[in-house]
């Protein structure tokens, strides 16, 4: 059980996020041993052992910490004018960071395969899909559009469309098939998917780029 915190102790967590990630996102999740995380962050096992449980559980940490982040990045670019094309944009941004990618697809491959920490990380990924179906809702209504669909299904389905581009890139470099694809798809999804409000004054058309 972790110690009693101390002045300390949000330090050595934040050394070792950082060792974490950067050898996650070079090496692996499963090629990066507890040792290596330590000895880049210049820290001892027992300093981990006081903080996290386990590797499973300091990635997890790991992944609350991009979801803040992430979520932080979308509701600026959610903002004004345009917010639907930009908040779209930020976020196929955000999900095509190959490294992350490749060690989050990895995780979860992990996860899948062990009930419990599939259970924890699937509460970590509601927050996301939480997150990106409040920010949905209102760049639509600025729109004067509204889904067809429940707006967690839509956040899903948005979450899971990027994803996916992202595993095409991962094996198919950067094609220029596989760059573009998104700016095609995206847009007439949204259109199948959303109708106007019941206001006259509402135009209803969804942002041809993303």
Same mark, same amino acid.
């Given at each position: 059980?972790?110690?009693?915190?101390?002045?300390?102790?949000?330090?050595?967590?934040a050394a070792l996020l950082d060792s974490?990630? #950067?050898?996650?996102?070079?090496?692996?999740? *499963?090629?990066? &041993?507890? &040792?290596?995380?330590?000895?880049?962050?210049?820290?001892?096992?027992? !300093?981990?052992? &006081?903080?996290?449980?386990?590797?499973?559980?300091?990635?997890?940490?790991l992944y609350d910490v991009h979801t803040?982040?992430?979520?932080?990045?979308?509701?600026? !670019? #959610?903002?004004?004018?345009? #917010?639907?094309?930009?908040?779209?944009?930020?976020?196929?941004?955000?999900?095509?960071?190959?490294?992350?990618?490749?060690? &989050?697809?990895?995780? %979860?491959? *992990?996860?899948?395969?062990?009930?419990?920490?599939?259970?924890?990380?699937?509460?970590?990924?509601?927050?996301?899909?939480?997150?990106?179906?409040?920010?949905? %809702?209102?760049?639509?209504?600025?729109?004067?559009?509204?889904?067809?669909? %429940?707006?967690?299904?839509?956040?899903?389905?948005?979450? #899971?469309?990027?994803?996916?581009?992202?595993?095409?890139?991962?094996? *198919?470099?950067? *094609?220029?098939?596989?760059?573009?694809?998104?700016?095609?798809?995206?847009?007439?999804?949204?259109?199948?998917? %959303?109708?106007?409000?019941?206001?006259?004054? !509402?135009?209803?058309?969804?942002?041809?780029?993303?």
């Amino acid at each position: 059980m972790p110690k009693t915190p101390t002045k300390r102790r949000p330090v050595t967590r934040a050394a070792l996020l950082d060792s974490a990630r #950067s050898l996650f996102t070079e090496r692996g999740f *499963h090629a990066t &041993s507890i &040792s290596d995380i330590v000895e880049r962050a210049g820290l001892t096992r027992g !300093a981990f052992y &006081s903080n996290y449980r386990d590797k499973e559980e300091l990635f997890l940490a790991l992944y609350d910490v991009h979801t803040d982040s992430l979520l932080a990045a979308l509701r600026e !670019a #959610s903002v004004g004018p345009g #917010s639907l094309d930009q908040l779209l944009a930020r976020f196929g941004e955000r999900a095509r960071e190959p490294q992350w990618f490749l060690a &989050s697809m990895e995780f %979860t491959l *992990h996860a899948a395969r062990q009930p419990e920490l599939a259970a924890e990380l699937a509460e970590r990924e509601e927050r996301l899909v939480e997150g990106l179906a409040e920010l949905l %809702t209102a760049a639509l209504a600025r729109l004067g559009l509204r889904p067809t669909i %429940t707006v967690t299904d839509l956040s899903r389905l948005m979450i #899971s469309l990027f994803e996916g581009l992202a595993a095409l890139r991962a094996s *198919h470099g950067t *094609h220029d098939d596989a760059r573009q694809l998104p700016q095609r798809v995206t847009p007439r999804i949204l259109q199948a998917l %959303t109708e106007p409000v019941e206001d006259p004054g !509402a135009d209803g058309i969804i942002p041809a780029g993303i």
